[in-house]
């Protein structure tokens, strides 16, 4: 089972992590640089987990997330609705 990782710890490996949140919002990934600090949630602040999905190797880039932004309804079914589209497309 992969190790957990909370909220202000410091990312062990750059790559693609599963972030799962309190209880106002599904699974969904976001990717991560090593040595920043997992972000807290616009909404449920620190009541946030994650789990490391693919590690990957990232030479001289930096990003740092601050927090998840919390979406509204309607941004969740747009960017879902756009997913579908893709996929019928693709």
């Known amino acids: 089972m992969a190790e957990t990782y909370k909220t202000g710890e410091t990312v062990p ?3 693609i ?4 949140h309190n209880e ?3 699974p969904h990934e ?3 640089l090593r040595a920043n600090s997992f972000p807290s949630c616009g909404k449920c ?3 946030v987990t994650y789990k490391l999905l693919r590690a990957v190797t990232v030479d001289r880039f930096s990003v740092v997330l601050n927090s998840i932004p919390e979406l509204t309804d ?3 079914m747009a960017a879902s609705a756009g997913e579908e589209d893709s996929e019928k497309t693709g």
């Open 45 to 47: 602040g620190n009541n």
């Open 13 to 15: 490996h750059s790559g």
């Open 17 to 20: 992590y599963q972030v799962s």
């Open 74 to 76: 309607s941004q969740v």
């Open 30 to 32: 976001v990717t991560l």
């Open 24 to 26: 106002h919002r599904l």
